[in-house]
Each structure stands twice: as C-alpha cells, then as structure tokens.
C-alpha cells in the first residue's frame, strides 16, 4: 500500500492531467459496458430495478434457442464477409490507379471526390442512397431504363437489397481505406520496382510481387477496421431498410437494439455481449490472417 | 518505353479515375438539383441534372420540423458539435499525454485497456446502458449528457498518443534539468508544440461528431435538442414523406462539413490516415 503511494504522491500532477480522461472512460465506457454484461445475467422485467434477479446464462440460452437470432447472425457474418472483400478490393485498386504515374493532373480532384463520402454525414449520405433506390423518384431505375437495361429492384426485393446497401456502405467507406492504402503507396521504396523492371518484369509481376508485399501494412489495418466496421453495421440499415425486406437485412445489432425498444433488457444485452466478444475474436483473426496472407 | 502504349494507358486511366468519382459525386448534385425542383417534377424527370427553377421556396416548406423551427436543429448541431469537441480535445490531449509520459504508474496501464475496450465495443449497443448510466446521474435530455458522451473518440486519441510518443525524451529532461514544474513543462513546452496536431484533431473531431445521430436520438428526451442529422432521420421516417424537403434538409446537414472539409482536405485527410495507422 505504502508503495503504491510512494510512487502516486510524487506524481500526482499526472493523476490530475488524465482525471477528466479517466472519468468520461469509466463512465461512458467500462461502466456501462459492465452493467450491460450485468444486465444480460438478469431477468428483463426486473433489470432496471435496484434488486434485479438473476437467471444465470438463461438469456443466453434463449438467444441461442431464437432462430430469428441465428439467421441474423448467419447474415451478419455474410455481409460482413462480403462487405469486406468489396470494399477492400474497390479500395485497393482504386488506390493503385490514383497512385500511378499516369494520373499526374488532377489528382487532388479525384481523391476528394472518392474521400468526400467519408466525412459526409452517414444519415444524408443513406437518405439519399434511399430515395435514389427508390422505384419512382429514384435515378438508378432512371438512367437504367434509359439505357435499356433491366430495373434494379433496389431496396424493395429481397434479391437486391443486400447488393444496394453494401453499394451505400461502399460509397460510405471506401475512401477511407483508399486512403490508408495511398499513405503506404507513398512510403513504399520505389528502387525494387526499378531493379524489377530492369530484370524484365511486367508491370502485373511488379504490381504483385514488388508493390503488393509491401502494402502489407495497410492490408492488416484495412482487414482488422473493415470487420469491426461492418460486423457492427447498424446506421445503413435503419434508414434504408429497418431490417427488411422479410429480415433479409436485419443484422445483430439492428435485431438487439429492437429487442431492446421491447423491453427485452436480458436478450438484448446478451446479444450485444455476443457481437462484443465476437467483433474482439474475429478482428484479432483477421488480424493473424492478414498478417501471414500478405507475406507471401 | 515507347509514347504510344503509355497514352492508350493513361486514356484508359482518365477514363476510369473520371467514371469512378462522377459516380461518387453524383449523389451529391442529385440531392442538391432535387432539393430546388417540386416532387412531381423529380417523379416525371428523375434524371434532369438542372432544376426548372432556382426557388428557395422549399426553406419556407421546412422552417418548422417536427414542431420545432430548422434554426434550433442547426444551432444545437453548432452547439454540441463545437463544445464535445473542444472538450474532448482538451481532455483527450492532458489523458494521452499523462499515460504516454508515465505509463507505469499505477492504473494507468488499466485505464488504456479501458479505453481501448470502451472502442472496440459496438457503439450502437454501448449507447444502451450508457443511457441507464446517464438515467442514475440525471443527465437524460441534456446538453451536457449528450456532449460528454459524444468528447471522447478512438482517432483523437491515438492521433495525440502518436505525437507524445515521438517527442525526444531529452527536450523533456531539459525542462526537469531547468527545475520547470511538470505544469510548465506542458504548457510551455510540449503544448506549443503540439499545436499543429491539436488543429489537426479539432477538425477531425468535428467532422466526426458533427455525423453523430445515434448518441443524440437516444438521450434526447424531445426533439428540442435534436441535431440536424437527427431532425433529417426523423423526417425520413415520417409517413407520407415530403421528398423535397428532405433533400433540402440533406443539403442543409452536408454542406458545413463539406465545406469545413474542403477548405482543409490536406490536414484532414493526413490526420485520419494517421490515427488510423497507430490504432
């Protein structure tokens, strides 16, 4: 104890810098996070109360045994998945064009158009995105059947909602991982692309043997932001979709924020314990896999 | 290399990089174009990349949303935009610069796994018990729960973290060796030192909270204290929805940070890189 604060007193200055930090942590962070771990212990009618009573991993068990959870956590996975390779892959090429010496003029212009999505408020972007999907008003259909091509369903068939919001998110996030990929492109040592081209390399081969083994940073990065990015996805689908149609968008965090508006306290908290531990476990196995995928 | 295949390829080049961000602007002057004409007029033409007529009429139609006049929406977004983010400015530098300068002592090291657990938890998920949290401190419906709530962020943080970390030990050792009190160390040494990445977090700070709807929504008690995000959620999701007026109001919530972002687009677009490569 005394040495504890034999090594507090003297610093105390520093207890003070970081007191406002420590406080909003606790209790904006660790403090309801542990009464939320709390909560899905308990039963839903009792949670809010003083003495709650406790029914042990029963709201787990009941989660577990809801098929309705099962399929969104089934879809959550697919999404995320997909989402990922998209935007990482729409990202990563999009970073190799704008990185090239053959687009010296008007550079700028092209990577604040792509970037501008990104700090652009999520709701205005999805509003829009919503009402350009949309059958009547919409501009996709529009130009789609002035160029003769088949309708786009957009957000009303099952079919394609998926497609329409992963374009939205698209739009959304995508310049922020071309950016991450630009940063790096800029710190890579262009002497090997040199030595390669002078032992007769093809452009592809030095794209792919030279470049790409040195974006390996990047990649972890992207992999580890993307999947903790859209596991959690939640703001595309409450102004787009609310989950529909027929679920088909109804992710876990949508499902367990309506069950909370129910007042289903112990499941919805149960689910939000879930999604924590499994955002924790798959970001570190993205980020083992992208570490060892990008040393080949 | 011959001239000719290296301007087919930047022909090729042009044509895609040009394609790709038309495609990303797009969106943008759709909104805006439809934000002038009537709704009819977007349901006859939705294509029409000029409106018939530049009427501002459409401000007249949204002067009150919800029972609450457009000004408020945009005064409380200045309002909590600006002070969660000069708060959480001023917080997260002392905070970061405490646990970078003395990561040992005691607590220090639980309080980072603490934040660091804090961000990684689903945000929309962490409002929920935040909102019992804010019930037992009787700060539901207020400006301050809501700007509290809204002070701390994950780039801030390591944007700070990163520039402590790289400051020379000996500039510091300086000003201990000269009898300089840790207070005058800060504030006279590493503070002018940081202004450059303070500006730099200031700006992302309030792009980012400016977007902020969820935190909002959920610890407002009436739509008095809504921001405009929030007030264009909300209208989206009326029944029989006035589609003009909801472009006007999406232009109305874009166009401060379109602005605040064009005007320093080096600064921010640096300063996100970076905190994402430390996080």
Request: glycine fraction near 14%.
């Given at each position: 104890m005394t040495g504890a604060f034999a090594q507090i007193w003297p610093n105390r200055v520093f207890y003070l810098f970081v007191l406002p930090f420590a406080a909003l942590t606790i209790l904006f962070g660790v403090w309801p996070i542990l009464l939320s771990i709390q909560i899905s212990f308990t039963a839903s009618a009792s949670a809010l109360r003083a003495a709650p009573s406790y029914v042990g991993l029963a709201n787990y068990a009941a989660v577990f045994a809801d098929p309705l959870f099962i399929a969104s956590l089934s879809r959550t996975l697919v999404y995320t998945v997909l989402a990922v390779v998209a935007n990482l892959a729409f990202a990563l090429a999009v970073a190799t064009l704008l990185d090239s010496?053959?687009?010296?003029?008007a550079n700028l212009f092209f990577r604040l158009a792509i970037f501008l999505p990104v700090v652009t408020p999520d709701v205005a972007g999805y509003v829009v995105w919503r009402w350009l999907f949309?059958?009547?008003?919409?501009a996709v259909n529009a130009a789609l059947s002035a160029l003769d091509l088949p309708g786009f369903g957009g957000l009303s068939s099952i079919n394609t909602v998926t497609a329409s919001i992963l374009i939205a998110e698209l739009w959304h996030h995508a310049g922020f991982y071309m950016l991450i990929f630009l940063a790096n492109l800029a710190i890579r040592d262009r002497a090997l692309e040199e030595a390669a081209a002078i032992d007769g390399a093809t452009s592809w081969q030095r794209w792919r043997w030279v470049v790409l083994p040195q974006l390996r940073p990047a990649l972890v990065i992207n992999i580890v932001y993307a999947t903790i990015q859209f596991l959690k996805t939640f703001t595309v689908v409450v102004v787009m979709?609310?989950?529909?149609?027929?679920?088909?968008?109804?992710f876990v965090s949508y499902y367990a924020y309506q069950l909370f508006d129910q007042g289903r306290y112990g499941e919805a908290t149960a689910m939000a314990t879930i999604l924590f531990a499994l955002v924790i476990g798959l970001s570190l196995t993205a980020y083992r896999i992208g570490d060892k995928a990008a040393w080949r | 290399m011959s001239a000719a295949p290296r301007s087919w390829a930047q022909v090729l080049a042009y044509g895609a990089a040009l394609v790709i961000s038309v495609l990303f602007l797009y969106p943008y002057w759709w909104m805006l174009v439809s934000a002038f004409r009537t709704t009819r007029a977007v349901m006859t033409d939705?294509?029409?990349?000029?409106?018939?007529a530049f009427d501002l009429g459409i401000l007249g139609e949204i002067a009150r949303i919800g029972g609450v006049q457009l000004w408020v929406y945009v005064a409380n977004s200045f309002a909590i935009t600006g002070a969660s983010t000069l708060l959480g400015v001023t917080v997260t530098a002392l905070g970061a610069y405490a646990l970078v300068r003395k990561p040992d002592l005691p607590g220090f090291t639980l309080l980072r796994y603490g934040f660091l657990v804090t961000i990684m938890y689903p945000y929309m998920l962490l409002v929920i018990p935040v909102y019992v949290v804010m019930f037992k401190l009787g700060l539901l419906g207020s400006y301050a729960g809501i700007v509290l709530f809204l002070a701390l962020g994950p780039i801030q943080f390591f944007l700070f973290e990163q520039f402590f970390r790289a400051i020379p030990k000996e500039v510091i050792e300086a000003g201990v060796m000269d009898g300089a009190s840790e207070a005058a160390i800060l504030f006279r040494i590493v503070l002018p030192m940081a202004m450059p990445v303070t500006a730099t977090v200031t700006l992302v700070t309030f792009l980012l909270n400016w977007s902020q709807w969820f935190p909002v929504l959920v610890f407002s008690k009436t739509p008095e204290s809504y921001t405009l995000p929030v007030a264009l959620l909300a209208m989206n999701t009326e029944?029989?929805?006035n589609f003009q007026g909801i472009m006007a109001l999406a232009v109305i919530t874009t166009l401060p940070v379109a602005i605040v972002f064009l005007v320093a687009q080096k600064r921010v677009m640096q300063g996100m890189a970076a905190g994402a490569v430390k996080g």
């Open positions: 010496t053959l687009l010296e003029r949309d059958r009547s008003f919409g979709t609310k989950g529909g149609p027929n679920d088909h968008t109804n | 939705p294509l029409r990349l000029l409106p018939e029944l029989g929805a």
